[in-house]
């Protein structure tokens, strides 16, 4: 009998015991759980935040020999000669630096007066957005030549022509923003006139930045709506996302946009203080620098462009960053 | 020994916390030797003649005091059982009708019901504290509404809300009614005067803001101060077409044909040439009528600004210091095109403008081209500590003065 009660209670120790020992490796599982989805969250939102994945290559705020920038508004980087050109407003000249961003040389001519945007050819022709004198002005280096880029065939709209900021395809055609009649006109490298893109949507306001990716596809934005327009390469309209709302990763005050190899599409909001980065649908990827003055960090971003190699540069005041994404599987 | 399931822990909890809670119901509730009303009123007396007044609030009147007074303690004047900005909605339901407008009538937002409304009684309706006019005019000065020579006889009557709703609206200005349509209820523009007064011109459904000032005005009609000097003249076909109101030029055109070198002050690094909603982008910003404003703004500077730069009107309205020159746009920026960052009209100097704040950078933390911010290697200028456009720290810094704005640069 007393063997029995024994055995017994053998029996429920042991049971104990292993119930003892399940529950710890329960509580070892859940807190081993827990440990990961933690780490995983913020893995995600440390990707969002923009603190991985993303280096700053290089900052240009200029040295004693080229002097600081004053306001520079827009810049190109040459894939054939792999120089970077800088159209430093200001100053009234384009800047170019080599491929590792060292200085090289300015240009300046009585012809330009405030360059704000600039694009560079294949023949290595430039072609500049003269604000100060609201025209396009067409320079050969080469054959010495600055002079106004003529338009021929343009059909005139109800206003004036003032273009806005400027953009070139792999075909060497020209994309310019007719500020005033709110559409974008397409010409070949000589001036003739292509095609123009518009959009009758009521709540539009007019283009403020215009790219072109690989495809012939045409990016452009509407700041004060805060939309983004994608058109195929005959300047239909393929999609249109965003609007300006007041909240985290949503476009507060967008300034420029620029697209990548994968069609991502990269925004400056100079409020965020940021980058951010959507697909060609408008959802919202991640976002790359947050505000502030540090390396790395925008405070004022104003102008965005991203070469073949993915390189991210960046008109933040009065100095230029380049990142480079680090992501994997994205390149 | 038997194993209890966590499911019976749970049932027990649940019923403990039933059994606490309803303990503690049950004291919330604990009988009072009298009723509230009578109880309430042994001591103040002076509430009892409030209830003969001709409206009384409700509470009151069924003597309802613990509704909005705790007769035990609380940590809030006048013993009230929650804030001001709840306690009203605690039965005034906060998403009811005329509370659902986008433009809230600050008070209304802030839960400051008490401004216009007496919380026991009055003799006017609606609970307020004065009549109509009187307590609209405690907040909204009469010298900025009703000091000029004519003056609107519904304004002069102090009767607001003729026109606007004094709790929200979807209309600037907590209009009742969208400006097109909201004269014409009174005005309904049909007649041998109103025609010749507007030389013929058929004007009815348009905004009558534009030439009218609603309030008052040293013009005859209550017409607006500045005339655009065409209209003034009445040579109205400079711009329309005989008998019409179509424009005889489509777009900047219309304008720039008189105003020749105002389309130059838009060739600038930084230009403000961007269309807008209206097909004459000049109109996005400008009357060309008349106004109150300077330079016939179609509405008060900051209005016009905050039009398209909605969320710096949010961000500003939500910091808890501002600047004191906030609404003045033009005081600092320059609205058509600039060559400075930001539009600013003088650049890094436009902060010591007009003596506005000349002795910053001399004896204070040097700026300048010679003093580098070593974070972003700029050289520093008013903005690099202060942001202008509003902070949550005082002096509109960008970080907190005591622990790490200097800490920014200066290394400890």
Known sequence: MSSDIESGDRMMRNKMEARGKRAIAKIFFYCLLSVTCLLLFFAVVSFAEGKIGVKTVAIITGDEIMGRFNQPSGLFFDEVKKRLYVADSGNGRLVSFDSEFKYLAELTDEGMKLPTTLVRNKEGQFFILDSGKAEVIFIDLEKKIVKSFPLTGVPSGKEQFIPGRIAIDKGNRLYMIDKLNRRIIVVEPTGEFVREISVKEKDFFGFTDVKVDESGNVYAMDAIAGSVYIFDDKGVIVSRFGKRENRKYALRFPTSLAVDKNGLIYITDQHAGRILVFDKKGVFQYAISKPGAKEGELSSPSYIFIDNERRIYVIDGNRIQIFQEEKEGNG | MKEMKPSRHLVGIVIGLAVFFGLEHETGNAKTVKDTKSLCLECHSKIAELTNRVTVHRPVRDGQCTVCHNPHASKRASLLADDDSNLCYNCHDRGGKGFTGTVVHKPVGEGKCLSCHDAHSSDRKGLLKKAEGDGCFSCHPKEGIIAKKNIHPEVKKGRCTVCHNPHSSDLNGLLIKDKKSLCAGCHPGAGEIFTKAHLGYKVSGTDCFGCHSPHSSDRKGLLKTTLHKPFGENQCTSCHSAGSTAVVKSGISLCTECHQTSLAGFNKINSHLIVGSNDNLCITCHNPHASDEKHLFKDKEDRVCYGCHSDTKEYTAGSN????????????????????????????????????????????????????????????????????????????????????????????
């Open chain 2, 321 to 412: 210091h501002k600047h004191s020159k906030l609404g003045i746009c033009s005081g600092c920026h320059t609205a058509h095109g600039s060559n400075s960052q930001f539009f600013l009209t003088k650049g890094t100097d436009t902060c010591a403008m007009e003596n506005c704040h000349s002795t910053q950078g001399k004896f204070t933390h040097p700026i300048g081209e010679k003093i580098i911010d070593p974070r972003s290697k700029m050289p520093m200028n008013c903005s690099t500590c202060h942001n202008p456009m509003g902070s949550p720290e005082d002096a509109l810094l960008r970080f907190e003065k005591d622990t790490e704005l200097c800490i920014q640069c200066h290394q400890i």
